[in-house]
């Protein structure tokens, strides 16, 4: 049977094509449910606070750095979004006095307009808020070299090469409503891939590299990032891609309960647990990493159910 069209996008691919009984198996996890999917690879956690949740999301930070040696240096790639996490990355820097000078960091993702990837200028340029909330506050003597920062801008062939110079102990991210990590997003429904999205080996060779966005994504960093002035938002960006995903020791994706739906926090952990992986749900391909957290801020995970207002 051929593949259902999307209902929001018919242009595109995502989860709204996947088969029913995938979507209403989802819609009925409760939170037992969700502890269960856990299996050897993939590890669901609940925090019941979010001030638990967010420290627990600084402390990879801490921990990856802490690792960090002339002869091994190591670091994390960590998300815009969430973002509650940054500001507390500083202050436990600062209060242990962690020397980071062999630490490394790597931003996910940044917007592009016309072909280039935007400046610190721009509003929503994520290296932007990834120095002010969290590196521009380390104190100066305790700081990694700028050198050691990585952003996917300008030539990304430094930036690719980056990862096979340090070791990225952790990929830490979020969870888009059109379930992507990092802008890895659901492909177009054109040409090879008209009938049928692409088989997740091939969607797997993508590495770092300039892509479209899907509206989805369009539409949820307009409401979240920009007051919903979606003309604000571009349309392309650059972003790591699981080449280098799966070159990281650890996946860890964070659940406020805000960034996607209830229903969406459940399909992706439910895919990775019964390894469905389907390049529609991109954060599905995950069933195939070694080793992959799901944390949850309990109050967040809300019910999927018909409810008004």
């Known amino acids: 049977m051929a593949r259902p069209i999307s209902k929001v996008a018919p242009q595109w691919w995502d989860?709204?094509?996947l088969d029913n009984e995938i979507l209403e198996d989802a819609a009925k996890l409760d939170i037992d449910g969700l502890l269960q999917l856990s299996r050897e690879g993939f590890e669901v956690h609940f925090f019941d606070t979010l001030e638990e949740f967010y420290l627990a999301e600084a402390l990879e930070y801490v921990e990856a750095w802490r690792q960090a040696t002339p002869d091994n240096p190591t670091g994390i790639c960590g998300p815009i979004g969430p973002t509650e996490q940054l500001p507390?990355?500083?202050r436990i820097v600062n209060a242990l006095d962690i020397k980071l000078h062999d630490a490394h960091f790597w931003g996910m993702d940044e917007w592009v307009e016309d072909g280039k990837v935007v400046s610190t200028d721009h509003p929503l340029s994520f290296a932007r808020a990834d120095m002010?909330?969290?590196?521009?506050k380390i104190r100066p003597e305790l700081r990694m070299p700028e050198s050691n920062i990585h952003?996917?801008?300008?030539?990304?062939?430094?930036?690719?090469?980056?990862?096979?110079?340090a070791r990225c102990?952790?990929?830490?991210?979020?969870?888009?409503?059109?379930?992507h990590w990092a802008f890895n997003d659901p492909p177009k429904?054109?040409?090879?891939?008209?009938?049928?999205?692409?088989?997740?080996?091939?969607?797997?060779?993508?590495?770092?590299?300039?892509?479209?966005?899907h509206p989805m994504t369009?539409?949820?960093?307009?409401?979240?990032?920009?007051?919903?002035?979606?003309?604000?938002?571009?349309?392309?960006?650059?972003?790591?891609?699981?080449?280098?995903t799966w070159k990281t020791d650890r996946v860890s994706i964070w659940h406020p309960g805000h960034h996607d739906n209830p229903f969406g926090i459940r399909l992706t952990a439910l895919m990775i647990s019964k390894k469905i992986p389907d390049s529609s749900?991109?954060?599905?391909?995950?069933?195939?990493?070694?080793?992959?957290?799901?944390?949850?801020?309990?109050?967040?995970?809300?019910?999927?159910?018909a409810e008004m207002h």
Request: aromatic content about 10%.
């Open 15 to 17: 989860y709204t094509t």
């Open 88 to 90: 507390l990355v500083p």
């Open 132 to 136: 002010q909330m969290c590196f521009d």
């Open 151 to 165: 952003f996917p801008t300008g030539d990304l062939t430094e930036y690719i090469k980056s990862y096979d110079e």
């Open 169 to 179: 102990l952790v990929m830490q991210g979020g969870q888009g409503e059109v379930k």
């Open 189 to 213: 429904r054109e040409g090879e891939w008209k009938d049928n999205p692409p088989p997740p080996q091939e969607y797997r060779k993508l590495g770092t590299r300039i892509t479209d966005l």
């Open 218 to 244: 369009v539409i949820q960093n307009a409401r979240t990032s920009g007051g919903g002035y979606v003309p604000q938002v571009p349309t392309t960006a650059a972003t790591v891609g699981p080449i280098e």
């Open 281 to 305: 749900v991109p954060m599905s391909l995950l069933a195939d990493h070694p080793n992959v957290t799901f944390n949850y801020y309990r109050n967040g995970v809300g019910t999927v159910a």
